[in-house]
C-alpha cells in the first residue's frame, strides 16, 4: 500500500490534534502541571504538527494561531530549561567544597 504524501501530512495532522488533547486531558486531570516540560513538549509537538498541516492547506488563519503557539511553548521550555540549569548550578555550589576547605579522611 502506498502513501501520499497528502495521505501523511493528514495522518500528522491526526498525531497533532490528538497530542493537544492528551495535553489539555492530562493537566486537566492534574497529572502534568502547565509548568511542566511533559506539557509544553507535547504543546509543541501538536501545534507543529497541526501547523504543518494548516499550512499545508493553505489555512492561514490556522498556521498563524499555531506559529503562535509554538513561540509561546519555546519561551516556556527555554524558561523550565533557564530555571533547571539555576537549580544544578545551586546544588553544584553546595555540594563542592570551598576552596581552602581540608578535607579529613578517616
Do not use: C
Not at 15 to 34: D, I
Not at 66 to 86: D, T
Amino acid at each position: 500500500m502506498l502513501v501520499t504524501l497528502d495521505t501523511f501530512v493528514m495522518i500528522l495532522g491526526w498525531v497533532g490534534a490528538a497530542a493537544g488533547v492528551v495535553a489539555y486531558a492530562m493537566v486537566s486531570r492534574g497529572r502534568w502541571t502547565p509548568s511542566s516540560a511533559h506539557f509544553q513538549l507535547t504543546n509543541l509537538t501538536a501545534a507543529g504538527l497541526m501547523g504543518l498541516v494548516a499550512a499545508t492547506n493553505g489555512v492561514w488563519p490556522s498556521v498563524f494561531a499555531n506559529l503562535v503557539w509554538i513561540v509561546i511553548g519555546v519561551q516556556a521550555v527555554a524558561l523550565l530549561v533557564k530555571a533547571r540549569r539555576r537549580r544544578l548550578a545551586e546544588v553544584a555550589e553546595v555540594t563542592e567544597p570551598a576552596v581552602g576547605d581540608v578535607e579529613l579522611v578517616a
